[in-house]
């Protein structure tokens, strides 16, 4: 008879045998692993989960939020050590600045469930954007790992792993393939335990872009082109005139266009101003 002991060894016959190359965390991260599964359905799951991803790969905060078609977020956790994390995170993520955060732009553009980092769907002038500079600088966060687990047609859920100021460090090469390496089990457990979400109904099925034009001429009296307003969310989003030139199949030079038009409908000269002045239609968006 054989039986394997948690310390890595089996017992044969009486007889203790220890295993090389096996190792404790090991043991350990299976155990933690048992205890999610067994809590499946039940208000301690995400308690679990948690430290099933925490023994994984070392974090310092954690957000789950679920997305429906339209409207916005849901939170379902949020974790973290450093305060500044979700100090605004009802106040102002939630509100409307979601709209412009990379991951939920790489979610409405029909990304596959899986494990999505900052560094590979931030566009290129991230730390220049109005996202970074008004929300996401505050709220200290250094990077970011996300699962994206889609439940059906019309939700998702984001698991977003962080490293904030607390520890002062990036996730490296090694946690990213660990991370990558338990996306099954994630999308798994996920898919199980938020099963019975459904999107939340909305008044009408517009998309994003649609909505912002129609908020604009409510809130200002401005009548945007569809290019304008596909232009402007990208600007808010962080993307450089090339970038935006590079998605939307058009030259730089078009895009410069696109931009002056935009300064003068809404009478404003900077970048600036435009967020300024967008803000209220975002935080209408997320209503």
Request: overall charge neutral; aromatic content about 10%; some cysteine.
């Amino acid at each position: 008879m054989q039986l394997l002991m948690c310390d890595g060894r089996v017992c044969v016959d009486g007889t203790y045998i220890a295993l090389k190359g096996y190792s404790r965390v090991f043991c350990q991260q299976e155990q933690q692993l048992g205890a999610v599964i067994s809590a499946l359905m039940t208000p301690a799951f995400e308690q679990y989960l948690v430290a099933w991803l925490e023994s994984c790969v070392p974090i310092d905060n954690l957000t789950i939020l679920s997305y429906g078609r339209d409207g916005r977020p849901k939170c379902l956790l949020t974790h973290s050590k450093e305060k500044n994390v979700h100090a605004r995170f009802d106040s102002a993520y939630c509100t409307g600045i979601y709209l412009l955060d990379p991951f939920f732009v790489v979610d409405r553009a029909g990304a596959p469930s899986g494990l999505y980092r900052l560094e590979d769907v931030v566009p290129d002038h991230f730390a220049a954007s109005d996202y970074y500079l008004k929300y996401y600088r505050d709220t200290h966060i250094l990077d970011e790992m996300t699962y994206l687990v889609r439940i059906s047609a019309n939700v998702s859920i984001h698991i977003c792993l962080g490293r904030d100021t607390s520890s002062g460090e990036t996730f490296v090469a090694t946690e990213w393939e660990k991370a990558l390496a338990i996306q099954p089990v994630v999308a798994a457990l996920a898919g199980r335990h938020w099963s019975g979400l459904e999107a939340a109904p909305t008044a009408h099925g517009q998309d994003t872009m649609t909505e912002f034009r129609e908020q604009c001429e409510k809130t200002y009296g401005i009548v945007l082109t569809a290019r304008q307003s596909q232009t402007a969310l990208l600007i808010l989003r962080g993307h450089s005139s090339r970038s935006i030139a590079r998605l939307m199949g058009v030259s730089v030079q078009t895009v410069k266009v696109f931009r002056k038009q935009i300064h003068t409908r809404c009478a404003i000269s900077s970048q600036a101003e435009l967020f300024a002045m967008m803000m209220p239609v975002l935080v209408r968006l997320g209503e």
